[in-house]
T-cell receptor, first 113, second 113 residues
């Protein structure tokens, strides 16, 4: 099955700086990669996703890049704000199933003013 | 639009007592349904998933069980709770097929005392 590793486990950034979270996956047939943001005590919410036929996708201050050859994908947050503080999870679909997602362990992002 | 309802929001139960958590989805038919558990400060552990009525797959052996009595209803149960069952339980749904994001309910915070 799919195995997803996520780094770093914690990330502290100054407000206004950029944050980058990286994930690697093991199954070269995986073709869908969503990112979730979970605020303290809340449910995870989808913030952006990318499919394997696309190398990069942007949505305002958030972007995701995918390198299929290296089997890694990254989340980029620019101009960070205190409300970006949360736990972020990456995920990859398991291609040999009906698309079940395998999640990374999460990254705690802290944005300090 | 689709919505997911999960209840109760919080629950405190003694060790050895039974458990029933319920989740319903509105606005879609034949969704894939999931139960996840999240221990404090940890990642998302998939417990059960279902691709149709009466079809349940278990990811982790434990004293929990799941049932899907109706198309958009998913129930998580236990006959006797253990202390280790404490955690944040999240129901989620996705469209059938590949490359579909998960949409999480608001979660149930279960404390077993």
């Amino acid at each position: 099955g799919e195995n997803v590793e996520q780094h770093p486990s914690t990330l502290s950034v100054q407000e206004g700086d950029s944050a980058v979270i990286k994930c690697t996956y093991s199954d070269s047939a995986s073709n869908y990669f969503p990112w979730y943001k979970q605020e303290l005590g809340k449910r995870p919410q989808l913030i952006i996703d990318i499919r394997s036929n696309v190398g990069e996708k942007k949505d305002q201050r958030i972007a995701v890049t995918l390198n299929k050859t290296a089997k890694h994908f990254s989340l980029h947050i620019t101009e960070t704000q205190p409300e970006d503080s949360a736990v972020y999870f990456c995920a990859a679909s398991e291609a040999d199933s009906w698309g079940k997602l395998q999640f990374g362990a999460g990254t705690q992002v802290v944005v300090t003013p | 639009s689709q919505t997911i309802h999960q209840w109760p929001a919080t629950l405190v139960q003694p060790v050895g007592s039974p458990l029933s958590l319920e989740c319903t989805v509105e606005g879609t038919s034949n969704p894939n349904l999931y139960w996840y558990r999240q221990a404090a400060g940890r990642g998302l552990q998939l417990l059960f998933y279902s691709v149709g009525i009466g079809q349940i797959s278990s990811e982790v052996p434990q004293n929990l069980s799941a049932s899907r009595p109706q198309d958009r209803q998913f129930i998580l149960s236990s006959k006797k709770l253990l202390l280790s069952d404490s955690g944040f339980y999240l129901c989620a749904w996705s469209l059938t097929g590949y490359n579909s994001p998960l949409h999480f309910g608001n979660g149930t915070r279960l404390t077993v005392t």
